[in-house]
């Protein structure tokens, strides 16, 4: 797959060896034995995406190592929002909605869990507008999901629904959601959301 992040992480054996708190030969062997993903340079060097060997260790249960995680969070697209509803047309005036309030942000679309996965992987945006009641993947597992997997470099989650029910609410905070709104939803309050998230998102970095 592609790797299409603005900043692409690679690391050496030697340097997966370092970060894991192993001897190279074992970091060798990893890859040798097809248990952690690799390329290899024109001179016979092994290279490891950080997206793979992110998923190698949380395959195998392994602990992040802090410096990996920092590198993902240094590299989240603060400028970039997800919608993620299958309902084309409203996902579609969300899309127009956050480009004109927001600006210069880029505004990514998906329509369902899948297809909001890989581009979490690949564009890493740092707010994620999520409909609970998705098909494939449901709302509430991708939420916990982005939460708890550090390669999605912990962006903000907004749930919405248009679920009769007010148990969903709680529960998706529960859940890691930053805010929820139901439907029919305040598109400006909405917005506002993401706004009052950047600010914090560069209050914390600063």
């Known amino acids: 797959m592609a790797k299409n992040s603005k900043k692409i992480r690679i690391f050496s054996a030697l340097e997966v060896a370092n970060l894991c708190g192993v001897v190279n030969q074992t970091a060798i062997n990893w890859i040798r034995n097809g248990y ?13 995406y950080a997206e793979d060997l992110m998923q190698f260790l949380d395959s ?19 400028s970039a929002v ?3 509803d299958d309902d084309a047309e409203l996902n579609d005036l969300l899309k127009r909605w956050f480009e004109r309030k927001l600006g210069s942000y880029t505004v990514h679309q998906a329509f369902d869990g899948f297809e909001a996965g890989r581009l ?19 709302g509430h597992a991708l939420c916990r ?41 305040d ?13 914090k998102a560069k209050a914390r970095d600063e």
């Open 36 to 48: 952690l993903k690799a390329f290899t340079t024109p001179g016979g060097q092994y290279r490891i």
């Open 60 to 78: 195998r249960g392994m602990r992040v190592p802090v410096e990996l995680e920092e590198r993902f969070k240094e590299d989240v697209d603060w």
């Open 82 to 84: 997800l919608v993620v």
């Open 120 to 138: 979490l992987s690949e564009k890493r945006p740092g707010f994620v507008v999520l409909d609970i009641d998705l098909p494939g993947v449901n």
């Open 145 to 185: 999901r982005i939460k708890e997997d550090p390669v999605f470099g912990k962006p903000f989650i907004i749930a919405m629904t248009g679920l009769d029910r007010a148990e969903e609410g709680q529960a998706i905070l529960s859940e890691g959601a930053d805010a929820f709104f139901s439907k029919p939803l």
């Open 187 to 199: 598109f400006e309050a909405m917005a506002a959301s993401v706004s009052d998230f950047a600010m």
